[in-house]
């Protein structure tokens, strides 16, 4: 059970940090993908930390900007965004992988970046 928080409205360059927190899995042991979804456009992948070495990665549009995160005393990955723009607007979801497949996903956090 994953759930999102920290979706918000703000102002072009302003930031955000969201929030997913676990409960019934334990993200120390899980792949953990921050996934983004707009109307009239596919879903994207944005961000994802690996379980063992928490090596990061980032899509193109968000690399530099936006930053993942995983605090495991808390079994809770954060999304931390910077310089947002308009085309970051979109549901945005955490899903835990299984198999190097994102398996179990949360109901997501609306981010709307007004100009």
């Known amino acids: 059970h994953l759930v999102e928080s920290g979706g918000g409205l703000v102002h072009v360059g302003g930031s955000l940090r969201l929030s997913c927190a676990a409960s019934g899995l334990s993200f120390e042991h899980h792949y953990t993908g921050w996934f983004r979804h707009a109307p009239g456009k596919e879903r994207e992948g944005v961000s994802r930390?690996?379980?063992?070495?928490?090596?990061?990665y980032y899509a193109v549009s968000a690399k530099g900007r936006f930053n993942i995160l995983r605090d495991n005393a808390k079994n809770t990955v954060y999304l931390q965004m910077n310089g947002l723009k308009p085309g970051d607007t979109a549901m945005y979801y955490c899903?835990?992988?299984?198999?190097?497949?994102?398996?179990?996903w949360g109901v997501g956090t609306q981010v709307t970046v007004s100009s």
């Open positions: 899903a835990a992988y299984v198999n190097y497949d994102p398996r179990y």
């Open positions: 930390i690996d379980s063992s070495y928490g090596r990061t």
